[in-house]
């Protein structure tokens, strides 16, 4: 299982990013898929998971702000991220399943306030 993720980079406060997550190696229309996120100093953590058959779970420092989806025919997902904050500065990780089984290599989403 290979999880490609991309579309990091610096924006301001109050910007916008999306990132994807690009899947391969797997059934992907039946795999639970995830971002975590991991900033400097602090612990990984949860940003949004999505099931197989779309449902969501957000963290609540997230929610109303990011956005994941996911297209089961270009096996890929992706986490819309609208309203960025200083705090929202982190390697963001694609992941499959939930607990995660597999994860990307990383993409690094820096805010500047």
């Known amino acids: 299982v290979q999880l490609q993720a991309s579309g990091g980079g610096l924006v301001q406060a109050g910007g916008s990013l999306r990132l994807s997550c690009a899947a391969s190696?797997?059934?992907?229309?039946?795999?639970?898929m995830g971002w975590y996120r991991q900033a400097p100093g602090k612990q990984r953590e949860l940003v949004a998971v999505?099931?197989?058959?779309?449902?969501?779970t957000y963290a609540d420092s997230v929610k109303g702000r990011f956005t994941i989806s996911r297209d089961n025919a270009k096996n890929t997902q992706w986490l819309q991220m609208n309203s960025l904050k200083s705090e929202d500065t982190a390697v963001y990780y694609c992941?499959?399943?939930?607990?995660?089984?597999?994860w990307g290599q990383g993409t690094l989403v820096t805010v500047s306030s």
């Open positions: 999505i099931t197989s058959g779309g449902s969501t």
């Open positions: 992941t499959r399943n939930w607990p995660p089984d597999y």
């Open positions: 190696g797997s059934i992907f229309s039946i795999d639970h």
